[in-house]
């Protein structure tokens, strides 16, 4: 394993086989240490110590798709959905651009609500007040001739992650009307058109292998991507993934005090009481439906969870998203009214 490490770092030009084997390197510490001090040395190459920070505003969770291992696809009718008005996200990109936030990423779902002229209305009307700004766009599948228009509008940069390269396993994890290859093609117009590009793909998805992992390195080295993301399948407890096991990384957040810098310990954010969980199941019905692994839990579990480093928290443009995870998953509630169990900053 060492040597295909050592290999991969002194030439990176692998064929899709010696790629197979590198990700087999995984389960070898020495090897996995190996590559990871690399990656380390290249990030210092080229960011140093800096955190880049992008603002996120997911403005619509409908989606006219299903795919299956997605929380807000549209077979799940205990999503409460959302989405943002023109104003409401221009909202958000004002209070992002005075606390120093310089991207703004509109993420969505697939929903026909925003038309071709509502979105480059939006576009535009960024563009126009944040000059100074790129505007990323994360809204799915289009046409090449929208994706064209939306970047006229003044969009600069598009993520389409492919999720895997793989006809077969792509198809085992999205409805009938997906297919990888037009997936594919979407990038292709949307780097031809001018956009800064961003693709990448799940790890640990289910039926996913070692050489769908190898197809996926093939598939970016060919597309050449501005940007790449790769993030674990995390199961959601309403798709017909639930059962299925994670990828290796837990789902974390970190929370940053944007007025001076400082890494805030989740635990030393909010008050949470025992009377704060029985208040949770209580929200998490509504939001979530019923989630099995919250049924089965005591009161007194719940506490517990929160009161651990298992506790999650993170804003959201409706307010503070808290919960927490599970040996089997996760379990998440938003807080429009957070501010009255924040501890006094
Ligand atoms: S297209 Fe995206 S948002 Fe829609 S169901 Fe699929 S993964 Fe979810």
Redesign the pocket.
């Known amino acids: 394993m060492r040597a295909i490490a050592e290999r991969f770092i002194k030439n990176t030009d692998f064929t899709e086989d010696e790629f197979r084997m590198l990700v087999a390197c995984a389960e070898d510490p020495e090897a996995a240490e190996l590559l990871t001090q690399e990656a380390v040395r290249i990030r210092k190459k080229h960011y140093g110590d800096k955190v880049y920070i992008r603002g996120l505003i997911e403005f619509t969770n409908y989606?006219r798709?299903?795919?299956g291992?997605?929380g807000?696809?549209?077979g799940n009718r205990n999503a409460q959905r959302y989405r943002l008005t023109k104003e409401q996200i221009l909202e958000c990109c004002q209070i992002g651009y005075e606390l120093g936030f310089r991207t703004f990423v509109l993420q969505g779902?697939?929903d026909a609500w925003f038309t071709q002229e509502r979105l480059e209305e939006i576009v535009h009307a960024i563009r126009a007040n944040y000059g100074d700004c790129a505007i990323t766009l994360s809204l799915?599948e289009r046409s090449r001739e929208s994706y064209r228009r939306l970047f006229e509008a003044g969009a600069d940069r598009y993520l389409l992650r492919h999720e895997t390269a793989d006809e077969t396993h792509y198809a085992s994890l999205h409805p009938p009307e997906l297919s990888a290859a037009h997936r594919k093609q979407c990038l292709w117009d949307l780097k031809e058109i001018g956009y800064q590009t961003g693709t990448g793909f799940m790890v640990g998805s289910p039926g996913q292998t070692a050489a769908h992992l190898a197809r996926d390195m093939m598939f970016i080295r060919e597309l050449e991507p501005h940007m790449v993301g790769i993030g674990p399948f995390v199961p959601h407890h309403d798709t017909p993934f639930a059962g299925e096991m994670g990828g290796s990384v837990e789902l974390v957040s970190i929370n940053v005090d944007m007025k001076n810098g400082v890494v805030l310990d989740n635990e030393d954010m909010l008050t949470i009481d025992d009377e704060f969980s029985v208040d949770f199941r209580t929200r998490s019905d509504e939001q979530n439906g019923e989630v099995d692994s919250l049924a089965y839990m005591t009161d007194q579990q719940i506490t517990d969870y929160f009161n651990s480093d298992n506790l999650i928290v993170y804003y959201t443009p409706k307010g503070m998203e808290i919960g927490f995870n599970f040996e089997d998953g996760w379990v998440t509630v938003t807080y429009e009214d957070y501010e009255q169990f924040l501890k006094v900053f």
């Open positions: 989606c798709n299903d795919c291992y997605c807000i696809r549209r779902g697939e799915g």
